[in-house]
């Protein structure tokens, strides 16, 4: 996500001599870090990361950007510049990532809005400020443009239109899990055999150590960031999302307040200190680490269990560890 920037720690080190593990880090897109690494003998390495940085990196992060405008494209921003005025005529990635949005509103029961951006704005500048929270009368008065119903995409136009002046939209809860099934799909058509990603938390897997293991992630301890909490053995194609109130936060007369914003309470959420979440899909990785964070870990289990291919720990607010069916097969 934009903003949920999760600490994870992965071991990837090189078995044979003739291995090469070669890396390459970028620094400038989605206010993150990507870290790539691919075991490579051959010299193409630069070829292919130039190419998923234009490509990926930096396609996706000028569609989903909220804050700047690209000549000859149509972003987020457009949209919401826009807003109560007219359509957009938009991309058809951009299309479709909206749509899985809207659906994911639907599948967390209203948990991840992409509509709050007003909510979110207010949050993110006493945030900034430091100082003291808004006030809830404040929060309430952005909350009215905040409906997902005021979001209208034309899938066979490629429109879209925010229905009224006020209303914005804030992709991060979803944007950086979506650009993890990009990245996964890149690096399949570059043919790359054995690679690791670490794209600002998210963690994408292609193939296995040159010695036939599995790559490990370590999930960092919420109360000590030096050290991991578990370890987990990562198969081929899985990606990992983590969301934790452990980095992107601020304190007011010694209470933390999160970045992680509730859209029923307009308050950062203080159920849970880490959640993570494995799955083939990016997109549902990341929106399942925001919802079940924001939820008690009861209600975050009964989500994540009704998936087949998605899997959850969340640690709550006492630290301790909750896992959803099938998780700790995982477990290194």
């Known amino acids: 996500m934009f903003l949920i920037i999760s600490f994870v720690l992965f071991s990837a080190s090189c078995e044979n001599k003739n291995d090469k593990l070669l890396t390459k880090t970028y620094y400038q897109y989605f206010d993150t870090v990507t870290t790539v690494k691919i075991y490579n003998s051959n010299k193409d390495f630069n070829k292919i990361c130039n190419s998923f940085e234009s490509n990926v990196l930096k396609k996706y992060n000028q569609l989903f950007d909220i804050y700047k405008t690209y000549k000859g494209i149509s972003s987020i921003k457009t949209i919401n510049d826009n807003a109560g005025i007219k359509k957009i005529k938009i991309d058809s990635e951009l299309t479709d990532f909206l749509l899985c949005c809207k659906k994911m509103y639907?599948?967390?029961?209203?948990?991840?809005n992409v509509c709050l951006g007003p909510v979110l704005k207010i949050w993110q500048k006493f945030r900034n400020e430091g100082k003291k929270v808004p006030s809830l009368n404040d929060l309430k008065n952005a909350n009215r443009y905040s409906s997902i119903e005021n979001l209208k995409v034309?899938?066979?136009k490629n429109t879209a239109y925010l229905a009224k002046k006020g209303c914005s939209i804030d992709v991060g809860a979803i944007a950086k899990g979506y650009v993890a099934d990009k990245i996964y799909s890149f690096l399949l058509s570059k043919n790359v055999k054995n690679a690791i990603v670490d794209f600002g938390g998210n963690i994408i897997t292609v193939g296995k150590k040159t010695n036939g293991e599995n790559f490990s992630v370590g999930i960092t301890n919420p109360d000590n960031k030096s050290e991991n909490i578990v370890t987990l053995k990562c198969k081929n194609g899985l990606i990992i999302s983590t969301s934790g109130d452990y980095e992107r936060f601020y304190e007011v007369n010694g209470k933390k307040y999160s970045h992680i914003i509730s859209p029923k309470t307009l308050f950062p959420t203080e159920k849970n200190k880490s959640v993570t979440v494995i799955s083939k899909s990016g997109y549902l990785a990341d929106t399942l680490s925001?919802?079940?964070?924001?939820?008690?870990?009861?209600?975050?289990?009964?989500?994540?269990?009704?998936?087949?291919?998605?899997?959850?720990?969340i640690i709550d607010s006492s630290t301790k560890l909750h896992y959803?069916?099938?998780f700790k097969k995982f477990l290194k």
């Open 106 to 112: 639907q599948k967390t029961n209203g948990n991840v």
């Open 154 to 156: 034309n899938k066979e």
């Open 290 to 313: 925001t919802a079940l964070f924001i939820l008690n870990y009861k209600e975050g289990l009964e989500l994540v269990n009704k998936y087949n291919d998605c899997y959850a720990l």
């Open 324 to 326: 959803s069916n099938g």
